[in-house]
């Protein structure tokens, strides 16, 4: 896929998509994503499933990352931000594999990071009104998550959890280094900031998950939030020592094979 940056340049992207358990779904969100972007550099990051998800992705003919076992969400997106870094891409776009995330509001991530307005672009759900509404255990961990979140780094990121994102070159190199693990989300927000990164939000609209079932059940939500509110804090506290971000982005992972 083309992008043109401010000086013209072609900027190279890559959609990853992490994905556990997703062969239902998986079809649709790659044709969603070709319906929009035709010649769209996609790699789906195969989290150790066990439901022929590799398979199906392998049959759609996008790249394919293969984890041997389930190492979470976080694993599964470092994972692709290290592709796209050794790969020498200067964007990368976070696409959920369940179907939720729409291919028609990509553009409003990535004019936001081609544009220079941010490193890192999160699609927003509580932007604007939207007839999606997340589950109650969910809801309640999005708004603990903005609490803490605007307590520590003194300002409101509405939708801490979503893993709707694009990263510039500077941020994806960055995280392919250093990316919380299980569910990062929340404390990869506080992770940036802290390191300079120009986190911003963008309105975007959501669904409902478009096949297969969710991981997270009651219990596990109520495990994540207690983990990553530790994870927060823990994070919070500790000593940053910021680095030139152009240092992230010219750095090229091929040299270092």
Same mark, same amino acid.
């Given at each position: ?17 992490? $994905? ?14 070709r319906d929009h972007y035709?010649?769209?550099d996609i790699a789906v ?15 759609? !003919? ?25 790969? !020498? ?21 990535? !004019? ?34 903005? !609490? ?22 500077? $941020? ?86």
């Amino acid at each position: 896929m083309a992008l043109e940056k401010r000086d013209k340049a072609v900027a190279r992207v890559l959609f990853i998509i992490p $994905a556990y358990n997703e062969r239902e779904s998986l079809p649709l969100v790659v044709r969603d994503l070709r319906d929009h972007y035709p010649a769209a550099d996609i790699a789906v990051v195969n989290d150790g499933s066990t439901d022929g998800t590799a398979a199906i992705a392998r049959f759609l !003919g996008v790249t394919v990352l293969d984890l041997p076992y389930n190492l979470g969400i976080g694993g599964a997106v470092q994972t692709g931000l290290l592709f796209a870094a050794y790969q !020498g891409y200067d964007v990368a776009v976070q696409f959920d594999g369940d179907g939720q995330h729409r291919a028609d509001e990509i553009a409003k991530l990535l !004019g936001a990071v081609e544009e220079g307005r941010c490193d890192v672009a999160i699609g927003s759900r509580f932007l604007q009104p939207s007839t999606y509404e997340p589950p109650l255990m969910r809801r309640l961990g999005i708004a603990i998550f903005r !609490g803490v979140n605007s307590l520590i780094l003194g300002r409101t990121i509405t939708d801490n959890t979503s893993g709707f994102r694009a990263y510039n070159r500077a $941020a994806l190199t960055f995280l392919a280094r250093d990316y919380p693990h299980d569910y990062p989300e929340p404390e990869s927000v506080i992770t940036l900031c802290r390191y300079g990164f120009r986190v911003s939000e963008v309105p975007v609209s959501m669904r409902e998950r478009q096949g297969g079932r969710s991981s997270i059940t009651f219990w596990r939500s109520i495990y994540y939030m207690c983990k990553v509110l530790i994870a927060i804090v823990i994070s919070a506290t500790r000593r940053t020592i910021r680095r030139p971000l152009d240092e992230f982005a010219s750095a090229d992972y091929r040299d270092h094979r």
